[in-house]
């Protein structure tokens, strides 16, 4: 991110007084200690006192793991680097040791804590240029290391919620189930009538523990911010609170599905999987049964003659249409919620989206703000990107805002982001930033509105499946969102306008806008095919022939 280092040398010149204080003594080390264990006190207290919580659902293993392992990367953090001299070789080849140390007993405790704790890892695992590459890549492994419930734990919420045994609602049931996740696991079945469906089954501690883990998560957040206070994660807290209770109700995920199969009818390489909601609940949702390649797996599309520009590109059409278009977006785009299928009588390649329980409803004035962010990115257009980025909370940190949300680096923000794809030099860069500018990070995510969090993930998302294909930063992607950031704002403005003139003269303007881009993807369209080599060889042939 070069070119930022200028704008926020005076907040990193705080961060390294205010290290070298914390790092300087051992005596902060042991008030962390002391400090977690009046935490791990007050804890017990308050969760085994507070009568909405029942006390047998939450061990004092569950707890004390927990506390244990929280006051661990404490330590590790304040005791390990105090003698090194801050921004040195040797003090960055240590930071980034204690990172990956932290990173895998976080991912330790995601795995025997389970449910919540999974939840939260993975979605920490997703933020590639948000967080340290040490903690993503090492949190990513938790998409394949969810619990699996038992066979009895199956049979019982199926009966609890369906009132009715397994042997009696289908013909055949598959206890191995094709997929399992933080809060629920999905098994391919048979129903009486011969439809092949898929059964997804919520685990049945989930819904019991998942506030009471949400509660521990932030108390001992605010421990760690007392001890560092340039790290705020509460935003994460504050996410989880509002989500996880949506994402546990398998109604709302139905609905959402269905939702989303309407408002994209009309792209006929988009499949959402029918509910049948005669036998759903809140813990058990019946979908049909779709298979596929993952979207990230170049190598099956290979082999199933699956254009891969095609995928990439209808992706990137897909998002841009949910997110500038119609504000209704799917926040969960990892690889194994995204498939791909060849459709043998067609021909054509179809993307199947899967797990709807997470979807972000934008506002229309975040929408347009972040429309109009967007051109300006695209355009290089620096004034309006400081505009828009003031507007959506970055204030004066708007140029890390703009390479947050880009995921590019300064220099390449105000060259243009369309105008060359992301060199290895530069995603280096971006990544080494990110554990140097964390603290800032970590402010600028407490001070945009809350819709922006879910967008940065699937944003991140979204660009490692890019990376997987080898298509990102291609030009198709930023025509796509210039063509639903155009058509989004002059929908806007004619819907503020109560002129007829000015209403025509907005529909000419997008009208314009959008012929010029088409103009442009033929232009790209000649220029990297046959016919269009030969075109423009033939031109120069002419021109050399009359001079």
């Known amino acids: ?188 079945a048979v129903l009486q ?9 919520q ?64 792209f006929d390489f988009l ?3 029918r509910i049948y909601w005669e036998l759903s609940s809140s813990r058990v949702l019946l979908m049909e049964f779709m298979e596929g390649g993952q979207v990230n797996d170049r190598a099956y599309m290979e082999r199933n003659g699956i254009d891969v520009n095609e995928i990439s590109r209808n992706l990137g059409k897909l998002y841009s249409e949910m997110i500038f278009v119609n504000g209704f977006v799917h926040c ?24 709807h329980g997470l979807y972000q409803v934008l506002s229309e004035s975040f929408r347009m703000d972040y429309c109009r962010l967007w051109q300006a990115l695209i355009k290089a257009d620096m004034k309006r990107v400081q505009k828009y980025s003031r507007r959506l909370g970055a204030g004066d940190m708007y140029p890390l805002f703009a390479c947050v949300v880009t995921a590019r680096s300064w220099e390449a923000v105000n060259r243009g982001i369309d105008k060359s794809p992301v060199s290895a030099s530069e995603d280096m860069e971006i990544r080494s930033n990110t554990a140097a500018y964390l603290p800032q990070i970590t402010q600028l995510l407490n001070n945009v509105p809350r819709q922006m969090l879910l967008l940065l993930k699937t944003n991140d998302l979204l660009r490692g499946i890019e990376l997987a294909l080898n298509t990102r930063a291609s030009a198709s992607s930023f025509l796509n969102m210039s063509r639903c950031c155009i058509r989004a704002v002059s929908r806007y403005q004619r819907s503020k306008s109560h002129s007829l003139y000015r209403k025509a003269q907005i529909s000419l303007t997008e009208a314009l806008s959008l012929w010029q881009i088409s103009l442009y993807e033929l232009f790209l369209w000649l220029k990297g095919s046959q016919l269009g080599n030969w075109v423009i060889a033939l031109l120069r042939r002419r021109h050399h022939s009359m001079y």
């Open 271 to 273: 499949k959402v999987p």
């Open 193 to 201: 009538d011969g439809r092949t469906v898929a059964v997804k089954i």
């Open 332 to 355: 969960d785009p990892h690889p194994g919620n995204v498939l791909v299928k060849k459709c043998p009588a067609s021909g054509k390649a179809h993307i199947i989206l899967l797990d």
């Open 1 to 188: 991110m070069s070119g930022i280092n200028e704008t926020f040398q005076i907040s990193c010149h705080i961060l390294h007084q205010s290290k070298s204080k914390k790092e300087g003594s051992l005596v902060m080390a042991g008030r962390a200690l002391k400090l977690a264990s009046l935490t791990a006190a007050a804890s017990g207290i308050y969760l085994y006192g507070n009568k909405f919580l029942d006390p047998s659902d939450f061990g004092v293993v569950r707890v004390g793991r927990t506390i244990a392992t929280t006051a661990l990367i404490t330590y590790d953090y304040l005791t390990s680097l105090r003698s090194v001299p801050y921004g040195s070789e040797e003090y960055n080849f240590l930071k980034s040791q204690v990172h990956l140390r932290s990173a895998e007993r976080l991912r330790k405790l995601c795995c025997v804590n389970r449910g919540t704790f999974i939840k939260v890892g993975q979605h920490l695992g997703a933020l590639d240029y948000l967080l340290p590459e040490e903690y993503t890549r090492t949190l990513k492994v938790l998409h394949n290391q969810a619990p699996q419930s038992t066979r009895q734990e199956i049979e019982q919420v199926i009966r609890e919620d369906l009132g009715k045994e397994i042997k009696e609602l289908f013909v055949s049931f598959e206890y191995t189930p094709l997929g399992a996740a933080s809060l629920a696991q999905v098994h391919k």
């Open 203 to 266: 685990h049945p501690k989930v819904q019991a523990q998942s506030s009471k883990d949400i509660l521990l998560i932030e108390v001992l957040l605010l421990v760690v911010k007392q001890i560092f206070p340039d790290f705020e994660f509460m935003w994460l807290v504050e996410e989880a609170k509002k989500n996880l209770p949506l994402e546990l109700d398998f109604l709302h995920e139905g609905r959402n599905a269905e939702k989303v199969a309407d408002m994209f009818k009309n």
